[in-house]
């Protein structure tokens, strides 16, 4: 198999190296850490103590970043093969379990449907566009995820080549729901639409996309495995 130029190869997985209970306790401390450093990125954007507090605290924050630094990969998290086969993503800026950005995490995962993929989403202060809303660059971000987890959960792989999006309204901060399916496969390209709305039920966003299987993925590359709950598979409109 030959790789694309420039791209890792998809195939390249580090395998994991310990016990279902030991990855079990470090996903759970890891996730927890994650949650915390969300957190602290919150409240860093809403804060208003005085400056001295925040020369204080920002050399605390110093200090705790170059402990976690004393061992640390070089460059990126990427692909680790599972115990199950499956793969784990968890520097990935959707839904990754150790990335402090990531929005579909936990209870808010990506949900694979029978014919697709949901998320419910909670997007507050890290994701602000236009004041009070949710920045249009992050609805695209999600339906490029969502458009990837939805083909992947009618064992259709590929990657985005193309994603249109329109945008209806504002969306506002707070929950969001995301649905996407996968409308066409032929050959190599998958053809896929997906809508937003807000916590009012009121459409957003909708969303286009063509994604390709690349020569250089196998067909049977591993993948992440979501959770599939029948009861979440309503049809995109």
């Given amino acids: 198999m030959t790789d694309a130029p420039g791209v890792p190869s998809m195939m390249a997985f580090r395998r994991i190296s310990t016990t279902r209970d030991q990855t079990a306790e470090s996903d759970r401390l890891h996730a927890e850490l994650t949650q915390s450093v969300r957190r602290l990125s919150e409240a860093q954007i809403l804060t208003e103590v005085d400056l001295a507090e925040i020369a204080e605290i920002t050399e605390q924050v110093r ?20 115990h199950d086969g499956g793969g784990r993503e968890h520097g990935n800026a959707v839904l990754g379990l150790r990335n402090p950005f990531a929005c579909a995490t936990g209870a808010q995962a990506i949900r694979w449907t029978p014919d697709g ?20 660059g992050i609805i695209a971000m999600v339906f490029d995820q969502l458009f990837t987890e939805a083909a992947a959960s009618v064992q259709s792989l590929g990657m ?31 053809t896929l639409a997906a809508t937003c709305h807000d916590a009012d039920g009121v459409l957003t966003a909708q969303a286009q996309a063509l994604l390709i299987m690349p020569r250089w993925i196998s067909e049977d590359a591993a993948w992440p495995k979501r959770e599939i709950d029948p009861a979440l598979g309503i049809g995109v409109s």
């Fill in 160 to 190: 985005t080549a193309n994603l249109s999006v329109s945008y209806r309204r504002p969306t506002p901060l707070g929950r969001i729901e995301f649905a996407g399916r996968m409308d066409r496969v032929d050959g190599s390209k998958r």
């Fill in 63 to 82: 200090v705790l970043t170059d402990r976690l630094r004393t061992s640390a990969r070089e460059d990126w998290f990427g692909m680790e093969l599972d």
């Fill in 117 to 136: 993929a949901r998320a419910t989403l909670d997007l507050g202060p890290l994701y602000e566009g236009p004041q009070g809303c949710v920045h249009g």
